[in-house]
T-cell receptor, first 112, second 116 residues
Framework: LAKTTQPISMDSYEGQEVNITCSHN???????ITWYQQFPSQGPRFIIQ???TKVTNEVASLFIPADRKSSTLSLPRVSLSDTAVYYC?????????????FGKGTKLSVIP | DAGVIQSPRHEVTEMGQEVTLRCKPI?????LFWYRQTMMRGLELLIY????????DSGMPEDRFSAKMPNASFSTLKIQPSEPRDSAVYFC??????????????FGPGTRLTVT
C-alpha cells in the first residue's frame, strides 16, 4: 500500500498560485494519483487524477515527474473559497482490488 | 442528478442502542464506499462494495458494525450496540469503476452520529 506524505498546512494570499506537493516513494506501477478537496462539514470532493506527466482540468493542474515518486497539485489564483483540506491519494484502480487511504491532508488557508 | 443521498443527517442516540445509517448512491455507479471521519483518526474506509458485493470490509472496526447493499440503489451501515467511541461523521461515496474511475468518488453529505 503506497503511503503518502504531504505538508500539514499551508497559507496563501488571494490571487496567488498554490502548489501542494505529495510524496509517494512506494508508488506501484498500476497506481493512480488522485486529489480530493474537503470543506468543513462536507464530504471530500474529487479534484483531479493522473498517472504521469501533466493533467489539467477547469479546477487544477496535476504535475507528475517521470519517476512518479511525487506529485504536485497546482491551484491557479486561489480565492478565499479555496480554503479547505486537500488530500493526496495513491492506489491501484485495477478491478478486484482496492487500496486507497486518505491521509491527514494539507489544510490550505487563503488569506485576504 | 441528486448526488449521493444519506439519511439521517444527524443522529443522537444513547449507548447500547442500534443505529442504522442509509445511503442511496448515484444512479449508474457500481461501487459504494462507507467511510468514518473523526478528528483523531481522519477519514477511514470501513467497507467497499462492487456490484452490490462486499469486496473489502477490513476497515470495519468490529462485529458491532455491519453493512449491507441489497440492491444497486441502497445500502445500510448498522451499529449494534452503539458506543460513545462510535461518535463520528459517516460518509457514503459511490463511483463508477469502469475505465479507471474507481477513485473518482462522489461523497454524500455525511451523517453526524453522536452516541451519549
Amino acid at each position: 500500500l503506497a503511503k503518502t506524505t504531504q505538508p500539514i498546512s499551508m497559507d496563501s494570499y488571494e490571487g496567488q498560485e498554490v502548489n501542494i506537493t505529495c510524496s509517494h516513494n512506494n508508488i506501484a506501477t498500476n497506481d493512480y494519483i488522485t486529489w480530493y478537496q474537503q470543506f468543513p462539514s462536507q464530504g471530500p470532493r474529487f479534484i483531479i487524477q493522473g498517472y504521469k506527466t501533466k493533467v489539467t482540468n477547469e479546477v487544477a493542474s496535476l504535475f507528475i515527474p517521470a519517476d512518479r515518486k511525487s506529485s504536485t497539485l497546482s491551484l491557479p489564483r486561489v480565492s478565499l473559497s479555496d480554503t479547505a483540506v486537500y488530500y493526496c491519494l495513491v492506489g491501484d484502480s485495477g478491478a478486484g482490488s482496492y487500496q486507497l487511504t486518505f491521509g491527514k491532508g494539507t489544510k490550505l488557508s487563503v488569506i485576504p | 442528478d441528486a448526488g449521493v443521498i444519506q439519511s439521517p443527517r444527524h443522529e443522537v442516540t444513547e449507548m447500547g442502542q442500534e443505529v442504522t445509517l442509509r445511503c442511496k448512491p448515484i444512479s449508474g455507479h457500481n461501487s459504494l464506499f462507507w467511510y468514518r471521519q473523526t478528528m483523531m483518526r481522519g477519514l477511514e474506509l470501513l467497507i467497499y462494495f462492487n456490484n452490490n458485493v462486499p469486496i473489502d470490509d477490513s476497515g470495519m472496526p468490529e462485529d458491532r458494525f455491519s453493512a449491507k447493499m441489497p440492491n444497486a440503489s441502497f445500502s445500510t451501515l448498522k451499529i449494534q450496540p452503539s458506543e460513545p467511541r462510535d461518535s463520528a461523521v459517516y460518509f457514503c461515496a459511490s463511483s463508477n469503476n469502469l475505465a479507471g474511475g474507481l477513485y473518482e468518488q462522489y461523497f454524500g453529505p455525511g451523517t453526524r452520529l453522536t452516541v451519549t
